[in-house]
Nanobody, 115 residues
């Protein structure tokens, strides 16, 4: 059984910063990749950033240069440092941890950016 837990969301003013944390635990020794997605009401969940075991990362165009993903491979944790936040970054942010064909999700953490 795998658990994925996010933390660090909240309310921030436009231009501010937030750091999200994610911890994955359970029967998987190391996840092939961990990432962050976000979703707003009525919209599909979209990838924000992802990092593989090899250290390769990629970002949605909308967050490049503002967000940075990092991982602690040994502890199966992932972080998303978000800067220069915009109101359009407001969403529920979900952490994902992939092992083989399985993708495990956290419950989500709300990020609200006020203008």
């Amino acid at each position: 059984q795998v658990q994925v837990v996010e933390s660090g969301g909240g309310l921030v003013q436009a231009g501010g910063s937030l750091r999200l944390s994610c911890a994955a635990s359970g029967s998987i020794f190391r996840f092939a990749s961990m990432g962050w997605h976000r979703q707003t009401p009525g919209e599909q969940r979209e990838l924000v950033a992802e990092m593989t075991n090899g250290g390769s990362s990629h970002y949605a165009d909308s967050v490049k240069g503002r967000f940075s993903i990092s991982r602690d491979m040994d502890r199966n944790t992932a972080f998303l440092q978000m800067g220069a936040l915009k109101p359009e970054d407001t969403a529920v942010y979900y952490c994902s941890a992939r092992a083989g064909r399985e993708n495990y999700w956290g419950q989500g953490t709300q990020v609200t950016v006020s203008s």
